[in-house]
């Protein structure tokens, strides 16, 4: 039988493309999850995995739809495996029933896991000559030093409960609290 898996990362997204194209492919089931790829918890997956039985391929449309992480990608194909059931990736044409097809899908793998790395280390990179050059990253302070400053001094001065002090600066309470 041939099992099809689709997977988007959030509940916005839609998995209408990937489960077309794994019914074109010959699936006649097709498991879906709406969870990011980088959770090894998925439990469509799961229980697609559990209802293998032996000469079952299960087909995607990319391989990253099955993990992001080269690890966990290997370690759900060698579930895959041990349970007598091939993989197949309609976008990278690679088809682990034959010899050729693992060796291919092991490069192909391995080469996403290191074009992630790198992606991450030239982040990490780039922030770092940012912060070099006195640019910090992240969002902007809602409140200014001057503002805390009040902030203050209408709580301990004047005594104005912290929702009211909130609503005059436009603010959350929790943002309040903080300064």
């Known amino acids: 039988m041939i099992l099809g898996y689709a997977r988007v990362s959030t509940d916005d997204q ?9 019914t074109a492919a010959g ?26 039985r032996d000469g079952d391929v299960v087909v995607v449309t990319k391989y990253d739809r099955l993990s992001r992480s080269l690890k966990d990608l290997l370690e759900i194909v060698e579930s895959i495996r041990e349970q007598g059931a091939g993989f197949r ?41 940012a912060r070099k050059r006195g640019r910090v990253g992240g969002r902007p302070p809602a409140l200014s030093p001057a503002q805390k400053v009040e902030v203050r001094r209408m709580r301990d001065q004047e005594l104005r409960p912290l929702p009211e ?13 903080r300064a």
Request: aromatic share 6%; proline share 2%; charged share 30%.
């Open 14 to 22: 839609l998995l209408d493309a990937q489960q077309d194209a794994l």
């Open 27 to 52: 699936a006649e089931r097709i498991f879906s999850d709406k969870i990011t790829g980088s959770s090894r918890s998925r439990p469509e997956l799961d229980r697609m995995i559990e209802q293998l």
């Open 89 to 129: 990736s309609l976008a990278e044409d690679i088809d682990t029933t034959t010899p050729a097809g693992r060796l291919v899908f092991h490069v192909f793998a391995s080469i996403a896991q290191f074009e992630r790395e790198r992606i991450s280390e030239r982040t990490r990179e780039g922030l770092a000559a």
């Open 165 to 177: 002090i909130a609503q005059l600066f436009r603010v959350s309470v929790k943002t309040i609290r």
